[in-house]
């Protein structure tokens, strides 16, 4: 996949996160994405597979009542897109570290991609 097509992936990706459309996020992916949640160094969410990431996505869009990831630099390392973002989002649900709903939280960080056969095969998240 060249590098132009890569990035044209990884913004539909984006832009269907923004708008909640899971389905739409689906659409992109291998049958057998991965997807790990990384947060200090530690993994606190991973997926393998569609349905399982499904069901993933389904919950996390129950925390928030909007959310937009805005991607600020692209590089490519290898065989991976890495994006650094800078990620807003107001939640829908008080959370158990005490964050309640209708606060805004803005964090930024950085998703490394991995691609196969025009879809994507693997999602990192950091923060």
Do not use: H, W
């Amino acid at each position: 996949m060249d590098n132009r097509t890569a990035v044209n992936l990884v913004e539909k990706y984006v832009k269907a996160y923004n708008a909640f459309d899971i389905e739409g996020m689906l659409l992109l992916m291998q049958e057998e994405i991965v997807f790990r949640n990384i947060s200090n160094g530690v993994v606190n969410a991973e997926t393998k597979g569609k349905e399982a990431f499904r069901e993933l996505a389904g919950q996390s869009k129950k925390l928030f009542s909007q959310r937009c990831q805005t991607i600020t630099d692209i590089n490519f390392r290898g065989d991976r897109l890495e994006v650094q973002i800078d990620y807003e989002g107001t939640l829908a649900a008080d959370l158990p570290n005490g964050l309640k709903a209708g606060e805004k939280i803005a964090l930024k960080g950085k998703s490394v991609f991995e691609m196969e056969d025009g879809k994507l095969l693997l999602i990192e998240d950091y923060s």
